[in-house]
């Protein structure tokens, strides 16, 4: 079983940076992709940015040039460095691996973290 814990949430206030971990317990080499997905109340689960084994990134319009995601393989871990955090960026921040079984994708997800944004 894939155990994914995230770290780095908490309460900082406009204008500020978090960074959030995701270590896996196995080797991120065997997952296709791995990302940070949050969800803010009454709202729907949301991709923020992923990353492929092979370095390529992905990122929602929303935060682009302000969060970067980045991998240490040696760790087994994803990072999320959030800069210029805004109130709308408040939200539980789930990590999520994801493999493929022929075309069928299996998802890992941590227990999330809460990142909140306020002055």
């Known amino acids: 079983q894939v155990q994914l814990v995230e770290s780095g949430g908490g309460s900082v206030q406009p204008g500020r940076s978090l960074r959030l971990s995701c270590a896996a317990s196995?080797?991120?080499?065997?997952?296709?992709?791995m990302g940070w997905y949050r969800q803010a109340p009454g709202k729907q689960r949301e991709l923020v940015a992923s990353?492929?084994?092979?370095?390529?990134?992905n990122y929602t319009d929303s935060v682009k040039g302000r969060f970067t995601i980045s991998s240490d393989n040696a760790k087994n871990t994803v990072y999320l460095q959030m800069s210029s955090l805004k109130p709308e960026d408040t939200a539980v921040y789930y990590c999520?691996?994801?493999?493929?079984?022929?075309?069928?994708?299996?998802?890992?997800w941590g227990q999330g973290t809460q990142v909140t944004v306020s002055s």
């Open positions: 999520n691996a994801r493999s493929f079984i022929a075309i069928v994708p299996r998802d890992y």
């Open positions: 196995r080797s991120i080499f065997s997952f296709n992709v």
């Open positions: 990353i492929t084994g092979g370095g390529r990134t």
